[in-house]
């Protein structure tokens, strides 16, 4: 089981190169990271978006930008429409949004004739290697659905278990997080927890085990877990943690990055190839780390 960056990294350079298609590539942050996964032979990519702001901004990130495909489009909606193309169209393994709103980018990803969606729901999931701990952790879904319902939230333990399954983690122990531990009529994550549990008793949720309602600390950790007299076979253990509405993922999210230093990769997940979605104020190595993740996931 990988667990670490690094490991992440290390694997990648013997699965890659992939190409990735660069939706509104004109962002140095977005090229450095780009640049540095060429020289990692990780990945190429195909660069799309106002051409000439492209070039400027890779002489801010010491790019040759010579070494790269640049198809030059200017307005932001038709630049991402192309971009999603070059993938749904085999040119490209995998998509990465640069400077431009996710909205845009999602609107081209669920195109019915260019797109690439699946069956599933599309979901957002973090990737944390976090200081002190010996594995990494999959935190979802703090970006993408507001408040999901229960069967969304099956169908995003069941996107991010292809994740794990990427980064050699095939039996996932996944976390359904609420703020306690015991069923409460009155607390839609605790019932949902315990469906979602049922629904891995019976085999319908495979590939992971699941445990909840777990609040936060007796999911990450034994001692914590101990203390409560909880003694589900996850506890303290969890590789997964399904938070039950985007305000709890996105406060554990920006917590975790600027708290507690974590290294972090985003990518979102329900689409026939990864797809590469990290903030805009995301680091160089995130989105480095997040391209690594995408380039591990179009090898299965």
Do not use: W
């Amino acid at each position: 089981m990988i667990r670490t960056f690094s490991e992440i990294i290390d694997a990648a350079k013997l699965k890659g190169p992939k190409t990735l298609s660069v939706a509104v590539a004109q962002d140095p942050e977005v090229l450095s990271a780009v640049n540095a996964a060429k020289k990692l032979g990780i990945a190429d990519a195909i660069l799309i978006g106002d051409k000439e702001a492209i070039i400027k901004a890779s002489g801010e990130c010491a790019m040759d930008i010579g070494e790269y495909e640049i198809i030059d489009i200017k307005d932001k909606n038709e630049a991402s429409r192309k971009a999603v193309e070059m993938v749904s169209g085999g040119n490209a393994h995998i998509l990465m949004k640069g400077i431009v709103d996710t909205a845009i980018v999602l609107k081209a990803v669920l195109d019915e004739n260019i797109g690439l969606r699946t069956g599933n729901v599309l979901s957002h999931a973090a990737v944390f290697e976090v200081p002190g701990y010996d594995r990494l952790f999959y935190v979802t879904d703090p970006a993408m659905i507001l408040a999901p319902t229960l069967i969304q939230k099956k169908q995003i333990i069941e996107n991010v278990v292809q994740l794990a399954n990427a980064l050699d983690n095939y039996n996932p122990k996944v976390a359904v997080l609420a703020a306690v531990e015991k069923v409460n009529p009155k607390m839609q994550a605790t019932l949902d927890a315990a469906e979602l549990v049922k629904m891995n008793e019976s085999g319908e949720l495979k590939g992971c085990i699941v445990g909840g309602p777990f609040a936060l600390d007796n999911a990450i950790s034994v001692e914590a877990a101990r203390h409560k007299g909880i003694t589900h076979p996850i506890a303290g253990l969890a590789d997964v943690l399904l938070v039950p509405y985007i305000e709890v993922g996105n406060v554990l999210y920006k917590s975790m990055v600027y708290y507690a230093g974590s290294k972090v990769a985003g990518i979102l997940l329900g689409t026939k190839a990864p797809v590469v979605m990290t903030s805009r104020a995301d680091s160089d190595e995130a989105k480095l780390n997040s391209i690594a993740i995408a380039v591990l996931m179009a090898c299965k």
